[in-house]
């Protein structure tokens, strides 16, 4: 059976919440990891009533990266606006909603602080349940959206922190099969297009400037990594060390093609071996940089041979529509004193 029970803060009585359950569940979701500022509400784990998003970008740009303390006072200066827009959109109010979820980690402590007390605040004095959520169980969730996606299947997850390869058995079994040795699918995109005086987040402009680029004009490595495993720090070097012998008489558009298509060579690589080795021929993306126009583009190519399932660009980035429904498929924290936590 694919249910959870949980427990209302003030009353003690026990609800039911998943997949098998058949009444109706209206989730309220929060997502402040990182230095988006968003808010959901998500109908049995699938439907999107309303997704919101304030974003922080801007802020962080003069510093070329997110700084937390930063992001932490801006998320308590948006997260009541966020969450009423969010039911506002739903067409509910907070008395509707009959259990609240955040984001409990991995992320930046002070930012995820912000929304964690509020999901408490909202279900202790609504007396309805609060579900704390792993972030990156709720990237691969993202799928579930709108969708009749069912595990079991393979996920290749790729954000700003996390590049792995997860076996989804069911709604609540999922297994590392691989993941990075060094840097983040995302974050060696970050740190190349620093490299390459690109404003952050580097990763969706060395996308845009890899549209118009030759990508065979740089020939970069594919690191050899044993088993399902990846890394990526040797090719972040590699294009230094181009950048420092070309001293500055380097085409960025090229370069980032180049870039571009070594990452996703690589990570497809990995996936099509594991599915063979697994026996399965349903393939999914999820997290950040499942935006990459390139990645997508290789990914759908695969159509005639696998099912294949990416979120919409709106869910691949940070957001609360799938906390909801990880809350609602794969999420088991539940009580109020739970606390968040940086590291996954
Ligand atoms: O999942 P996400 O929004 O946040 C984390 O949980 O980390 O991922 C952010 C990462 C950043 O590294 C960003 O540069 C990358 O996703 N990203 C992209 C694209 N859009 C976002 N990377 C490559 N191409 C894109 N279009
Ligand atoms: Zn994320």
Request: hydrophobic content about 40%.
């Amino acid at each position: 059976m694919s249910y959870k029970l949980l427990t209302k803060p003030l009353s003690g009585e026990q609800i039911a919440i998943g997949p098998d359950v058949n009444s109706d569940q209206l989730m309220l979701a929060l997502e402040t990891s990182c230095d988006e500022t968003a808010a959901a509400v998500v109908l049995n784990g699938r439907k999107v009533l309303s997704s919101v998003i304030s974003s922080q970008i801007d802020i962080h740009q003069v510093y070329g990266g997110v700084v937390p303390e930063v992001a932490a006072r801006q998320h308590l200066e948006s997260i009541n606006f966020v969450i009423d827009e969010a039911l506002k959109k739903a067409g509910i109010t907070i008395n509707d909603v009959t259990a609240v979820s955040a984001t409990l980690g991995p992320g930046l402590v002070g930012a995820l602080l912000v929304g964690v007390s509020a999901a408490k605040a909202i279900a202790f004095a609504k007396n309805i349940p609060f579900i704390g959520v792993n972030h990156l169980k709720a990237h691969v969730c993202a799928n579930y959206l709108d969708t009749e996606l069912e595990p079991p299947f393979l996920c290749l997850l790729v954000s700003g922190g996390h590049t792995q390869l997860i076996y989804v058995k069911s709604y609540l079994d999922q297994h590392i099969i691989g993941q990075t040795v060094d840097d983040a699918a995302g974050e060696a995109y970050d740190k190349v297009a620093r490299l390459l005086n690109y404003p952050y987040p580097g990763g969706p402009n060395i996308d845009k400037a890899a549209k118009n680029g030759n990508k065979k004009a740089y020939d970069l490595p594919i690191s050899r990594v044993e088993g399902y495993n990846f890394s990526f720090s040797g090719l972040k070097t590699a294009v230094l060390r181009l950048l420092q012998k070309h001293r500055g008489d380097i085409n960025s558009d090229d370069l980032s093609a180049s870039f571009q298509e070594v990452v996703t060579e690589a990570l497809l690589r990995k996936t099509l071996e594991a599915s063979k080795e697994f026996n399965l021929n349903t393939l999914v993306l999820a997290g950040g940089v499942a935006a990459n126009s390139g990645l997508r583009d290789k990914f759908f190519n695969l159509k005639d041979k696998y099912n294949v399932y990416a979120p919409p660009f709106a869910y691949c980035t940070d957001n609360a529509a799938m906390i909801g429904s990880a809350a609602y498929f794969v999420e088991g924290y539940y009580d109020l004193d739970v606390e968040v936590f940086s590291r996954g």
